[in-house]
């Protein structure tokens, strides 16, 4: 194969340049592995092509909606009763009034507290706006992360919708800590407010000159976490549907199992 511009360095050969054709003169390109080379298509990445995407987009759709397997009774009803847990007591965190801190008092605020400092000492070395910042995102991330793990490594789309799910009552405690930044009320870590000691969101949306704001912006993001917390709930019982409709569908095309 000889080419009159090398697809490699872009040089043109001249007439009066000797050596072999086929060969780059320039760079030394061979001309006929490079063809074969460009040719050449991984299988997973043809496949992938051919399903109509490339290869991430379709292991993404394959762990989003994985066609539903044979399972037990127990994990079958296990997983509905985890299920009726979570929106009872995504139902009673709802409830929970916001804007005087309230969800404070739960159990779940228990389990995040230490998240948020932990958040802290992670994004100290970021300097002071991070560390300041950092609690709040990774007591958002930390379920985030959490989802997506068992999204991509244990293929469990279920588990998954249970991160979302955290993440938006997440959302929702920090809505309190926001909302409280106009008007300190709240009693923190330390035994003070707001107005006595260190604040993350005083310093925050000071640095923006938007403390004012406050309010609104915590309840933005109270709302926010609502939205988030009914969509993995949404998808938990997507999931569950389609593996009640699989288990029946099955029971009644198959003989009965011993």
Known sequence: MNLPKCPKCGHVRSPEESGMPGICPACGLVFEKWAQRASFVPPSRREAEEAGGP?????????????????????????????????????????????????????????????????????????????????????????????????????????????????????MDLAAYIYDA???????????????????WIYLLGVFGKVQQAQSYGATVYWLGVLLMLAGLAWAMTRCAKQHLYEAQNTRGSPARR
């Open 182 to 200: 106009k008007n300190p009320q709240l009693v923190l870590l330390g035994g003070h407010t707001g107005e006595d000691g260190p604040h993350d």
């Open 55 to 171: 290869a991430w987009r379709a292991a993404l759709r394959a762990r989003l909606a994985p066609p539903p397997g044979h399972v037990d009774a127990s994990s079958l009803y296990g997983r509905d009763a985890l299920l009726l847990m979570f929106i009872a007591w995504g139902v009673r965190l709802a409830l929970m009034d916001y804007r005087d801190g309230e969800m404070g008092n739960s159990f779940m605020h228990a389990i995040l507290l230490p998240i948020h400092e932990a958040g802290h000492v992670l994004f100290m070395p970021l300097g002071h706006f991070m560390m300041m910042l950092g609690g709040s995102l990774f007591q958002l991330l930390l379920p985030l992360i959490a989802a997506a793990t068992l999204l991509w490594q244990n293929r469990d789309p279920f588990g998954a919708a249970l991160g979302v799910w955290w993440c938006g009552v997440s959302m």
